[in-house]
Nanobody
Framework: QVELVESGGGLVQAGGSLRLSCTAS????????TAWFRQAPGKEREFVAG????????TYADSVKGRFAISREHANNTNYLQMNSLKPEDTAVYYC??????????????????WGQGTPVTVSS
């Protein structure tokens, strides 16, 4: 059984930083496309950043390029999302996601079969 557990969300002032973690069980993170999404109140879930299955490529939404960075730590089967220079418009619930083995992942929620419960991030102005 696959489980993804996020942590690290919270309240931060604009310009501050947070690091989100997503620890996986039931799958080996290096072998699966994984990504971070976010959903603000009243809005659709949107792609933030993701790894291809081979880690040969990383992709970022234009709105976070240069401010956010994804990484993986294979030893503890965890993905990270480092968020710097946070803005009020980054306020959302952040979710980590993993695609099925053999799938390519991508930037749409439908590409991912496994989801965490989400961790809220609030950026105050």
């Amino acid at each position: 059984q696959v489980e993804l557990v996020e942590s690290g969300g919270g309240l931060v002032q604009a310009g501050g930083s947070l690091r989100l973690s997503c620890t996986a069980s039931g799958l080996a993170v290096p072998n699966y496309p994984t990504a971070w999404f976010r959903q603000a109140p009243g809005k659709e879930r949107e792609f933030v950043a993701g790894f291809s299955w081979s880690e040969s490529s990383t992709t970022y939404a234009d709105s976070v390029k240069g401010r956010f960075a994804i990484s993986r730590e294979h030893a503890n089967n965890t993905n990270y999302l480092q968020m710097n220079s946070l803005k009020p418009e980054d306020t959302a619930v952040y979710y980590c996601a993993a695609a099925r083995l053999g799938d390519s992942g991508g930037s749409t929620p439908a590409s991912y079969a496994y989801w965490g419960q989400g961790t809220p991030v609030t950026v105050s102005s």
